[in-house]
């Protein structure tokens, strides 16, 4: 190779070097400097390697809504206020749309009345109910308690219509069960009050006696980790699964999965029961990502958190929302019954984590960035137009604070947002 020869005899020499060292096979790296070209800006008008594309046509399950539970609050019943925090969709309100009461036993008419009125006032405000019963009454069981023990099977029948009569009750008081669950966290057994089932039991009852509940939908079984094998049985046997409309499960320790066979058999899969008592910013930000992947991974139609008002809860025990009710509220604010899921790429960085829903003519973006440092990223719009989104972020600093409107590039359907570190940012679209 032949090199002009100029007056710049040094910078000749280096340039030399570098050929040389290149035709060697190494690689340079310019350290910048007056002579060396200005770096290619990125294209302004292309889709990002990186973008997540939310696809509207891509539809993937009806959400139901979001919960909480006021179950077993005898001696401290929520007010008007914690019920207007949680089930409200106001300034500084939660937006629930599920509660979830605890079937008192009739032997208890008091106790019945506390579960009947946090269910008025949760209807009162717009949301749907649904009972779980903890254990049948104690005249039903082998060892007479509430506490641990079994349903006698003598008593299936007479517990089918005690399940039943407690919808009618609901119903006759104005505040009718949307679905009532055959039992709470049947396979695990605690100290506390509960009823132990095997799943062959739960298949005996549910295909020989669950047709008896026709007073509302049921659940079955909410096995404490989603167990399948508590589940499949019933789903595979006709007659049982003729019985259920809803599969509702917990997900202590495990049970963050897809659910293909429940699907095939036409029923939703509902999470109705988890709790993490860790307040930090880490684990409250952990609670964002878990309702990420009931969704967008396990593709569960509804998401019932435990206590609606405790330390660990949206509300704490001083009545004011929470930094975890805040990062529920991106979700439950803005994603409304009746919403449908929609395609999105769902891990585009390896920071961020992304679910996209339509409903109500609006389309909603929930985007986590788990990372310690800002993140811009990406999202295009696929098979519609949106040309404007409003950002709604919740961080260590921020609750839920609305941002300044982002325009969406018409030329290619996309928009970009910085990302703060370890956040949660919901993108609702004009």
């Known amino acids: 190779m032949k090199l002009q020869k100029t007056k710049h005899s040094f910078s000749t020499r280096i340039t030399k070097t570098v050929l040389t060292l290149a035709m060697s096979g190494f690689t340079i790296i310019s350290c910048g400097g007056s002579d060396d070209p200005a770096p290619t800006p990125p294209p302004v008008d292309v889709i990002a390697a990186d973008a997540s ?11 139901r809504g979001f919960g909480a539970a006021t179950a077993f609050r005898l001696e401290s019943p929520l007010n008007n206020s ?53 254990s049948p009454p104690a005249r039903m069981k082998t060892n007479n308690s509430l506490i641990k023990g079994s349903l006698k099977t003598s008593s299936y029948a007479e517990y089918a219509t005690y399940l039943n009569d407690f919808s009618k009750y609901m119903k006759a ?55 399948r094998n508590i589940s499949d049985p019933f789903l595979n046997d006709a007659a049982a699964a003729a019985n259920v409309s809803i599969v509702g499960g917990h997900i202590y320790g495990s049970g963050l999965d897809d659910y293909p066979l429940a699907k095939s058999k ?8 988890h709790l993490v008592l860790e307040t930090t910013w880490d684990a409250v930000l952990g609670t964002a990502k878990e309702i990420h992947d009931c969704m967008a991974t396990a ?17 704490g025990d001083d009545g004011i929302v ?68 409003t950002p709604y972020v919740t961080s260590q600093t921020l609750n839920l604070v609305k941002q300044a409107n982002v325009n969406v590039n018409a030329s290619i359907g996309a928009f970009s947002y910085s990302l703060p570190a370890k956040s949660v940012t919901t993108f609702v679209s004009n």
């Open 53 to 63: 594309t939310i696809d509207f046509s891509n539809e993937q399950q009806t959400i």
């Open 82 to 134: 914690d019920m207007d925090l949680l089930f409200g969709n106001n300034q500084g309100q939660i937006g629930l749309s599920i509660l979830r009461i605890r079937v008192a036993s009739d032997d208890v008419p008091a106790e019945r009345a506390v579960e009947l009125n946090h269910a008025l006032a949760a209807k009162a405000r717009g949301a749907i109910i649904v009972a779980s019963p903890w």
């Open 173 to 227: 008081n104005n505040a009718p069960l949307y679905a009532i669950s055959m039992q709470n966290e049947p396979d695990i057994v605690v100290d506390y009050e509960s009823c132990d089932w095997t799943a062959a039991q739960i298949m005996d009852f549910l295909k020989n006696n669950a047709a008896t509940i026709n007073d509302t939908k049921l659940i079955a079984a909410e096995s404490f980790n989603f167990n």
């Open 266 to 273: 036409g029923k939703e899969v509902w999470m109705t029961e």
């Open 299 to 315: 593709n569960f139609n509804a998401y019932i958190w435990w206590y609606g008002k405790r330390y660990y809860g949206p509300v």
């Open 322 to 389: 929470t930094k975890r009710g805040y990062v529920m509220s991106n979700y439950t604010k803005f994603i409304r019954p009746g919403y449908i899921r929609v395609g999105a790429t769902k891990n585009p960085k390896s920071s961020v984590f992304v679910s996209a829903y339509k409903g109500d003519g609006k389309t909603i973006i929930v985007a986590i960035n788990t990372g310690n440092d800002i993140t811009n990223q990406q999202f295009a719009f696929k098979n519609t137009t949106v040309t404007s989104v």
